[in-house]
């Protein structure tokens, strides 16, 4: 049984890893595309100083990739969440099991 959570915890991370990745891409493409249009230059160090704070005022395909990048955030949470309550099993089935 220790063995089956250590590997839900080595796909946790993996996801998380994966998500981490997916949230720095997207987070370059929306601060490429506020920087791109005229009407929101302002917003860019904004959205690098305090991401909640510029996220209302995006418009356009910012505003999409700024929802991808939320939703990686809370993959990435959700996955470490996971990662370590598994590796507490684990530890935990390792100690019964002697």
Do not use: D
């Not at 997207?26 to 929101?40: A, D, H, K, M, N």
């Not at 005022?57 to 929802?67: F, I, N, P």
């Not at 991808?68 to 996971?82: D, G, S």
Request: hydrophobic share 60%.
């Amino acid at each position: 049984m220790a063995q089956a959570a250590y590997i839900v915890a080595g796909l946790a991370v993996a996801g998380a890893v994966a998500s981490w990745i997916v949230g720095a891409t997207f987070y370059v493409r929306t601060l490429r595309e506020i920087s791109g249009t005229p009407g929101q230059r302002g917003l860019v160090v904004r959205a690098i100083v305090a991401w909640p704070f510029a996220i209302g005022r995006l418009q356009g395909e910012a505003a999409v990739h700024a929802s991808t990048v939320n939703k990686a955030l809370v993959a990435f949470f959700a996955c470490l969440i996971v990662a370590v309550s598994a590796v507490s099993v684990a530890t935990n089935l390792a100690r019964v099991s002697r």
